[in-house]
């Protein structure tokens, strides 16, 4: 459930207990809203986040950067191909379809960047199991 993710990734500990009380309360609309305060503030990690900030080096935080905006380039493409097939307005259509194939090139972009900078990652367009 996506709920206990989100608590998961509340940054400051008393906010993360008040949290785990509402959902064991049941209490999902309160949740919610702690929840949505606390992005709001940015005090919920984003995906993929779990270490401090302060003890990551500027490279690990780039290539954390560059992955996460690929993740939402791709989130990105697949809204985009579902409201292509479900709109019946074809001057839409053609916008939607657009704006899909430009989230295609930022995701090669972010992949392009992501191989010069992981050489692990570089290494398994060449060859792999
Ligand atoms: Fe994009």
């Known amino acids: 459930m996506g709920v206990i ?9 008393e906010q993360k207990e008040v949290g785990a009380r509402l959902l064991k ?4 609309a309160a949740l919610e809203e702690v929840l949505g305060r606390l992005k709001d503030k940015q005090e919920v990690k ?16 780039d290539l954390e950067m ?14 985009y191909q579902e409201r ?3 709109t019946k307005n074809d001057d839409l ?3 939607l379809e657009h ?12 992949i392009e960047w ?6 692990t990652q570089d290494r398994m367009f060449e060859g792999h199991d």
């Open 93 to 95: 259509r053609k916008i």
């Open 5 to 13: 993710i989100s608590i998961g990734s509340i940054r400051d500990p």
């Open 25 to 28: 309360a049941g209490e999902e």
């Open 114 to 119: 992501i191989r010069k900078n992981d050489p």
């Open 66 to 79: 560059a992955r996460q905006s690929l993740i939402e380039e791709l989130e990105a493409i697949n809204w």
């Open 46 to 61: 984003m995906t993929g986040e779990y270490e401090s900030r302060e003890n990551l080096s500027k490279e690990t935080l």
């Open 99 to 110: 704006n899909r194939d430009e989230e295609k090139e930022h995701v090669a972009m972010l």
């Open 84 to 86: 292509i097939e479900v």
